[in-house]
């Protein structure tokens, strides 16, 4: 095994982190085949779009991005947004309930469409696209009053982890020095001791989280609850077909998560993050979207099934607004 081929499949099973950019670029080609061809017209306003990615980015850049390593490309599949812009903050020196980060979220959200108002602190007509921990921190900073959301914005979030994910307690677990072997694996590339971005993942109520981490989790919840739009959850890590298929399956069976309803990383009650499971549907045209995708696959990494309709993240994104 070298020294690539562990960092990138341990990072993944531990952390979920990032796909590395050379390895999205073999995928193209695969993905470019399996999109659906049907289309979808936009059923809202079209406003700019702004995503915000998850775990894993050690750099930040201090103006939006026109492209991302970490999300798919989906301008394809995107008629309700007249721009797309992507937000590239530090995610693994940073907690999600750091203030600065927070605050760095609500900048960048509020920049992207000319009615937002800064001084007002109100984001308004624009298209929030959050995955994975990107979610609590656009949910941390809502709730923590730095910004807030107009009735003309929509925040469509993906495969976020609103009560943290047990990969978080995987990885600390293993460089407690608790079991040597696991110890030994993170060593190898570098995870010991975890960052803080894992650390702030650390599942709810659970050992490694603190009585202020799950007030936290609690306020960004109920703040999820009141704005989101739309979200898409996964209860089979099945996934498409990729090259990190199986990855996320090792990951899926590995860490000790709640339920074998998980991405491999995030479980789906995790994801749903107190919403009714009833409110979720296993069809693209679902608002609520409870799929059959890995982690990497909901952010539009891998494309969409041809067949199977719960593994269509691309077309979901297409028609659901």
Known sequence: M???????????????????SNSTRKLEAEASVTLSSSSCSCQSTPRPCIFFHGLGSDTEETTLQTSSDYFGDISDSAPCCTSIKYAILNTVDNAWTDATLQQKVCNFALSVSSTSSSSAKSIKDTIIVTHSMGGLMMAGALANGRCSLASGTSWVSLSAPMTGSMGADYLQNACSGSNVFLQAVANLIGQCPANNAVVSLSYEDESYSTSALNAAYTAAQATFRSYVTAAMCSDNYSGLLSIYQAVYKLAG????????????????????????????????????????????DTAFLNGDALIVGSQKPVKWFKCVL
Not at 10 to 17: D, H
Not at 257 to 281: M, P, R, W
């Open 253 to 296: 069976s590995v860490i000790p998560h709640k339920s074998s309803e998980n991405d491999g990383i995030v479980e789906y009650q995790s994801c749903a993050g107190g919403l009714a499971t009833s409110k979720f549907g296993d069809s693209y045209d679902d608002e609520f979207y409870v799929t059959g995708l890995n982690h990497a």
């Open 2 to 20: 070298t020294p690539t081929t562990v960092t990138s499949t341990t990072l993944a099973l531990l952390t979920g982190e990032s796909i590395a």
